[in-house]
């Protein structure tokens, strides 16, 4: 499927994207380069073949679970307008 102009300059408006007359035949020249890899990897036959959670199949690394940084919530909060009980208060902006 290739675009046409008409075609890409609906896609700019919808997106709303700011396109001047000397970029189009750029940008339709390479989205049909996309659409066309596109096709060819939808051409591609794959029954059969199960598809892959990882491409490696590999588990992940665990570190243990431990604390590096010290609470330093008190420091943030001295700085803050306003708290209460450890929280931040803020102005209410819906009515």
Sequence with gaps: MALERCDVEKIAHLARLGLNDGELPRI????????????????????????????????QRLRPDQVTESNQRDAYQA?????????????????
């Design 28 to 59: 339709t020249e390479a989205l049909n380069s996309i659409l066309g890899l596109v096709d060819q990897m939808q051409a591609v036959d794959t029954t059969g073949i199960e598809p892959l959670a990882h491409p490696l199949e590999a588990s």
């Design 79 to 95: 700085i803050a307008p306003s708290t209460e009980s450890g929280l931040y208060l803020v102005p209410k902006v819906i009515e």
